[in-house]
Each structure stands twice: as C-alpha cells, then as structure tokens.
C-alpha cells in the first residue's frame, strides 16, 4: 500500500459524458502527478500540481483539467469523453516539487468509455 | 519532446535464468528511475540513478547508467516467479523537468 488513494476504483460511462477522478496524496507529500496509462501509449504524463499550483504539463488535452485543493487532494476532470479516452489513470504523489523525488502511485481509476 | 525507447517489449524466461532491460535516450539525461508494475497493480519506484556510470544493486537486481548518461539496464539474476510484471524506466534530461516513461518490457518467468 503506497498511502495513496484513488477514488473510484472503475468507472464506465458513455462518450461525451464527464467524470470526475479524485486522488488523495500520502500524508506529507505536496505534489501530485496525473498519469494516463493506455496499451499502444504506455504510461504518459498528464500535469504535476504542488502545493495547489500547477507545475508541470505533459500530454494533457483540452478537455482534461485538474486542480489540487488546499487539503492537497486532487481532482482530474474528464469531458465529452471519447472512446480512446478509455484507459487506467493513475495519481502519483511526492514530498518536493522536483522530478527527482520519489513518485508513489495510487492503485488507479480504470475509466472505461462505451 | 524527450524519448526514452525500452526494449524488449516482451521477455519471457525459465525459472532461474537471467534478465534484462534497456532504457536508451538520444539526449542526455539527468536522471532516470526504474518501476515495477505487477499485473493488475500499479507502478512501484524501485530505484533512481544521477550520476554517470552509476551502478547500484538491490539483492539481485542490478541497475546501471551509462557513462554518456544517454542509457541504462536494469539486470535481474536468477530470475523468480516473483520476478513477473512490466519494469519501465523513467527519465528526466536538461530543462525538462517531468518525467518520460518507456513503454516498459513485461517479464514473464516459467516455474
């Protein structure tokens, strides 16, 4: 158990509905990382908040947004889903800011899209 | 945007035998990370290195970074059921301050 926790464990909807995934970070740690795992595209990077401010942006879409709030849970907001949006998504946390620190994962959100 | 390509893709081996990834990158790297993925779980942070040639061991797990710091291996001796999942690494380089995960080699041991 990494102390990280991810709510819900799955979700199917139907496209071009919106969800909500939610992440709560191990006790201690500032920064959580979004992370969208897919088979053709393996583990990509989504957007990094730390301390309730954005810090990094990878491969996130437009239709995709997050926040992280001041009790540093964080939320990623998923709309007009597509069916390629089907995928497991993961919340990593750390203690810093830095891409050196240690990442722990969540068990992840398997978001599946009909 | 930084690529870090994994192979194998694909390993399967018999109980006992030995194992091997590699992570290599076109740009230098400042650091890279190796994870564990079991089936159905989720990526667990095995080990991080920085420094050029860098080799570190974990029982029978030995991690290395090339001296170009543009590669590395992650080693598994004697390979055990225990050993099965997807091992990816994941680089940073230069001003790039997240994360580029391979797409991971899954092992696979026959008892």
């Not at chain 1, 990280?4 to 464990?9: E, G, H, I, R, S």
């Not at chain 1, 995709?64 to 946390?93: I, K, M, R, T, V």
């Amino acid at each position: 158990d990494s102390g990280v926790t991810q709510t819900p464990k799955h979700l199917i909807t139907a496209t071009g509905q919106r969800v909500t995934l939610r992440c709560s970070p191990r006790s201690g740690d500032l920064s959580v990382y979004w992370y969208q795992q897919s088979l053709d595209q393996g583990l990509q990077f989504l957007i990094q908040y730390y301390n309730g401010e954005e810090r990094a942006k990878g491969n996130i879409l437009e239709r995709f947004s997050a926040q992280q709030f001041p009790d540093l849970h964080s939320e990623l907001n998923l709309s007009s889903l597509e069916l390629g949006d089907s995928a497991l998504y993961f919340c990593a946390s750390s203690a810093g800011w830095s891409v050196t620190d240690t990442q722990y994962f969540g068990p992840g959100t398997r978001l599946t899209v009909l | 945007g930084q690529q870090v390509m994994q192979i194998p893709q694909y390993q399967h081996v018999q109980e006992g035998e030995d194992f091997t990834t590699y992570c290599n990158s076109s740009t230098t790297l400042s650091n890279i990370q190796w994870y564990k993925q079991r089936p159905g779980g989720h990526p667990v942070f095995l080990i991080q290195l920085v420094k050029s040639g860098e080799v570190k061991k974990q029982k029978r797990l030995t991690f290395q970074f090339g001296e170009a710091k543009k590669n590395s291996s992650l080693h598994i001796t004697a390979t055990q059921t225990t050993d099965v999942g997807t091992y990816f690494c994941a680089a940073s380089g230069g001003s790039n301050y997240k994360l580029t995960f391979g797409k991971g080699t899954l092992l696979t041991v026959n008892p």
